[in-house]
């Protein structure tokens, strides 16, 4: 896939979580916000008022940090397109 595509398929699954209305798993979520941080190199802490959900948070990070932009946009797109695509 080339960038163009991928940056194409990448902007199209966060508008397509960022308009799903309905709950989704935390544990998913979590996955998607470490792809999606990494995946536009933003590496600030999180920055919820709650520590338990930064805890979470950082934790999701930490688990991902080995993959590069490129990967973190693909993992992204494979797991909205897996969970969400035929909702």
């Known amino acids: 896939m080339t960038d163009e595509a991928l940056n194409n398929a990448f902007d199209e699954a966060v508008e397509l979580v960022n308009n799903y209305t309905d709950p989704l798993p935390a544990d998913f979520l979590l996955r998607l916000y470490a792809y999606y941080k990494i995946a536009n190199r933003n590496y600030d802490n999180p920055g919820s008022r ?6 979470f948070k950082a934790n999701a990070l930490f688990q991902a940090r080995n993959i590069s932009e490129r990967e973190a946009k693909e993992k992204y797109v494979r797991l909205v397109h897996a969970h969400l695509k035929d909702k």
């Open 50 to 55: 709650k520590p338990l959900i930064n805890a």
